[in-house]
């Protein structure tokens, strides 16, 4: 028997211990999500909508209890945290409309019928990471059960607690045992055992981009299908003729909100040269001022890193002697607390401009013209998300075609609406997440052509 003991990431303390589900019992789970799937696809339509919003309307209840849990456990700012739960209702009250719309297509043939059906897979093994453990948790369950599908949901180690009361939820909303399964528990234990079961159909990964591939591979085995949010590198690419007080107020929380650790980070900033110094002292300002607290406060804007281990790994990017331009302020003391810190590398062969810092560390670069700004911006393996600042149109629409990323937005740094797809190009993923066409992957499409000349 072995269990893990969560830590408060703002002070260090001891939460609760919970049990680390073993092979054995990850297996019984499967196969009880493996039979409720005989009877889950069968729900009639209505009724699997009326479930899934019933679901929500009881995530949407418990709120406040969802976000204070998120707090304690992730150190997500309270503010974050009540947007986290609610987009995770919001997300099922999205996919609730898709089960009675979950249409197949009448193709003409000759002497028959050709028909296609969505048919769902199966049990889906959606594995969680400790970022954003409600959100990227809602956005596989969500379209995975409407699409009639059962779900064994592994939440990262560090972070379970909110995931395992969304199972609880599930169940007081009706759900019927076995069609939600929260299994906390190692990756190398829980996690693996998706992807060599046979009765997983298919998996639903975030997390690091090494992980991922290696479950990639591991999937190639039985082909089982697989979509993958991975990690990023996005450039927040301020031009010239942009808004610039917006764009060096807005580019803190593009980078910093939850300590950076997201994968849309706008962790590089690309600034014109004819703009770059009055940027910087605008961005000094708004740095500065970003407040790193308590995230229990109403007014924190950022909290601590997640653990010991991610603030180690955070430092280790800015070692004595890195190029520093200026640090806001983070509480000292006990918690994995990391000022926002913004570097200005000498050139873009420098670590922490490369890779994914996954804290609050931000690089500034500048860049002479538009092909310059689409050429640093795409050199990099990722391609998940950015940011576009300009007041002309037409080079708005050039560069956000032009950049190579799956997420964009100009003139502002919000990438994720639960009704737009959401995912990556290159080593940022494989496949798209929310939006109208995400229940495609959750079902496959079967054709049947019905002879009427017998
Ligand atoms: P990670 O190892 O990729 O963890 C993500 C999830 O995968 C966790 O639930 C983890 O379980 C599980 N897992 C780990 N090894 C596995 C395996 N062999 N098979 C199946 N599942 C497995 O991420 P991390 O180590 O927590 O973070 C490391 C770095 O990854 C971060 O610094 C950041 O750069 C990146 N990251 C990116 C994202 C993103 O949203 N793109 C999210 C998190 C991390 P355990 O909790 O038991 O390890
Ligand atoms: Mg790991």
Known sequence: MSAYTIINPTNAKPVQDIHLADLFETDVAIEKADRAFQSWRHVSPGDRAKLLRKFAA?????????????????????????????NVANVLNYYSAAPERLFGRQIPVPN?????????????????????????????FGPALAAGNTVVLKPAELTPLTAIRLGELALEAGIPEGVFNIIPGKGSVVGERFVSHPAVRKIVFTGSTSVGKHIMQGCSAQVKRLTLELGGKSANIIFGDADIEKAAAGAPGAVFDNAGQDCCARSRILVQRSVYDRFMELFETAVKAFRCEDPALETAEMGPLIS??????????????????????????????????????????????????????VSVLPFTDEEDAIKIANDSEYGLSGSIWSRDIGRAVRVSRAVEAGNLSVNSNSSVRYWTPFGGYKQSGLGRELGPDALDAFTETKNVFFDTQN
């Not at 709120?63 to 009540?82: D, F, K, M, P, Y």
């Not at 028959?112 to 596989?140: R, Y």
């Not at 983070?330 to 401009?353: H, I, S």
């Open 58 to 86: 009881i995530v949407e209840e418990h709120n406040e209890e969802l976000a204070q849990l998120e707090v304690l456990n992730s150190g997500h700012t309270i503010g974050n945290a009540r947007w986290e739960a609610g």
């Open 112 to 140: 028959g019928i050709d028909i296609t059906f969505k048919e769902p897979l199966g049990v889906i093994g959606i594995i969680v990471p400790w970022n954003f453990p409600m959100p990227i948790a809602g956005w596989g």
């Open 308 to 361: 010991a281990t991610q603030l180690e790994r955070v430092r280790e990017f800015v070692p004595e002697g890195a190029e520093i331009a200026f640090q806001g302020n983070a509480p000292t003391g006990d918690g994995y607390w990391f000022p926002p810190t913004v570097l200005t590398p000498k050139n873009t062969e420098d670590r922490a401009y490369r890779e994914e810092v996954f804290g609050p560390v």
